[in-house]
């Protein structure tokens, strides 16, 4: 059964972290309440890891799971290059519940792209534990802790209860509280293009985009 370990996902503190990222980045799985549901989590960068956590899930590769960033700094590792557009457009969102479609940079473990299908969904949260996490061990992917189909789950004994037997740790936070999931935008036109509603009104998006494109903002490589 999975080790459970308390956290406070404000202030998490070293020993949490640092059992979490040993998980991450030994390539197992693990559940962490995210700023909208529990989650579970596997690196990024890493095939077989993110294998695993679909195996846990029961999910298919029709639809890639998002993955959570600590920094911005850290897109380079999952998408191509960013017009400085959409690097304006994510200064005036991020930290927040909005996940981003961008191109995925070559390599990329096709679980991640909807079976290689080219994009790649990316949050930068504003939950300090997440970010965090993905300073310690990278990017990881981040998928709801629910069987599809089903509800997600919002507190740790419920987590154990789906997938104690099939993942290696739980940070338990506590209640995750009834927060929406995420907005969901797809980047890679010429204007967002929206995917799901969510915790971001899709107007809020537009409005930040028409600002970007007002400055005059054009592309560049970084």
Known sequence: MAEILPVHPGNPGEEPLRRAGEVLLR??????????????????????AVDRLYRAK????????????????????????L?????????????????????????????????????VAVRLP??????????????????????????PLRDASAVAVRFGSRITLILDGGHAGEAPASTVADLRGERPAIIRKGGV??????????????????PAAG
């Not at 504003?126 to 509800?151: D, K, V, Y």
């Open 201 to 218: 009104h899709f107007d809020a998006v537009l409005r930040a985009w028409e600002r970007v494109e007002r400055r005059g903002a054009t």
């Open 126 to 151: 504003a939950q300090n534990l997440c970010r965090a996490l993905a300073l310690i061990a990278g990017p990881f992917a981040a998928t709801s802790a629910n069987w599809p189909g089903e509800p």
């Open 58 to 81: 029961g999910r298919t590769e029709e639809k890639g799971a998002p993955v959570l960033i600590g920094h911005p700094g850290q897109l380079a590792l999952l998408a191509e290059p």
């Open 83 to 119: 017009p400085s557009r959409v690097r304006a457009l994510m200064d005036a969102l991020w930290p927040g519940p909005l996940t981003f479609i961008l191109h995925a940079r070559p390599g990329l473990p096709s679980r991640l792209t909807g079976g290689g299908k080219g994009g």
């Open 27 to 48: 390539g197992e799985v693990a559940a962490v309440p995210t700023d909208t549901v529990y989650g579970l989590c596997a690196r990024a960068l890493d095939a077989e």
